[in-house]
């Protein structure tokens, strides 16, 4: 049975990612910092058959990362595939943006993936398996006053390539781009609340709905699948098509 790491696993995509590796018949680490979104998680899992494990990790902390990489290893014994899913966001005039958010926003989540990729590296190699970077559609268009959020994503979509030249051919990086993802109901039960979304939400996507956090969920399963072990190197953008529609005011 394979193991996959999920970072940030317990709550939004992350959450949803898990579930769907668990019931595909994949062994789970969750690397989660969040302790409310931990223990809500775990209680779901109490009494299932589940071959998953909760292990705190703050995966700006290089000494945390290490400890979880022993741990997961201790329970599984291998690691074949990384999904780092972990992320905040900050918004904020530029004139009240400060150095603490930038940094707060990059070390999570581009230094994070980095640490992650550099500590998982080896042990993929050996089961020859992957790495699933979580990009965004802000890496290529921005809402304003999400300055270190687009940066960041646009280092993660640059470290995604850099990646799979560098551990190829041990190792297959690929990234996907989410577009708008309702995880309103997924986050953890203090910040859990389901939004309205309106007609003109669903309306302004090609497709004709929001996101869905499943979207996402399916298409890690598709880059992590053995047989697709020709992709390597590639940007998924899952937006419902809402990159590619040309907006004029009438």
């Not at 995604?160 to 051919?169: F, N």
């Amino acid at each position: 049975m394979q193991t996959v790491i999920v970072t940030g696993g317990a709550q939004g995509i992350g959450r949803v990612t898990t579930q769907y590796l668990l019931t595909h018949g994949y062994q789970v680490a969750i690397w989660e910092n969040d302790t409310e979104a931990l223990k809500d998680f775990s209680e779901t899992l109490q009494g299932t058959n589940a071959q998953a494990q909760v292990i705190p990790c703050d995966i700006t902390s290089e000494i945390a990362i290490k400890d979880a990489v022993r741990e997961t290893l201790d329970r599984f014994g291998q690691i074949n595939h990384l999904v780092n899913n972990a992320a905040v966001m900050v918004e904020k005039p530029l004139d009240r943006f400060s150095l603490d958010d930038w940094n707060t926003v990059i070390s999570t989540n581009l230094t994070g993936p980095f640490l992650c990729a550099k500590y998982t590296a080896p042990h993929l190699a050996e089961q020859h398996g992957s790495i699933v970077n979580l990009c965004s559609t802000r890496a290529f268009q921005s809402e304003p006053d999400t300055f270190a959020y687009s940066a960041s994503k646009g280092g993660i979509f640059a470290l995604t390539h850099s990646l799979a030249i560098s551990l190829g051919p041990d190792v297959r990086v690929n990234c996907i781009s989410p577009g708008w993802i309702d995880v309103s109901a997924l986050k953890k039960k203090g910040k859990a609340h389901k939004e309205a979304l309106r007609p003109e939400d669903h309306a302004q996507h090609p497709v004709g709905r929001v996101g869905q956090a499943d979207d996402i969920a399916r298409m890690v399963l598709f880059l992590i699948y053995d047989a697709n072990s020709f992709i390597t190197g590639q940007n998924f953008t899952i937006d419902g098509g809402m990159t590619r529609k040309m907006i004029y005011v009438p």
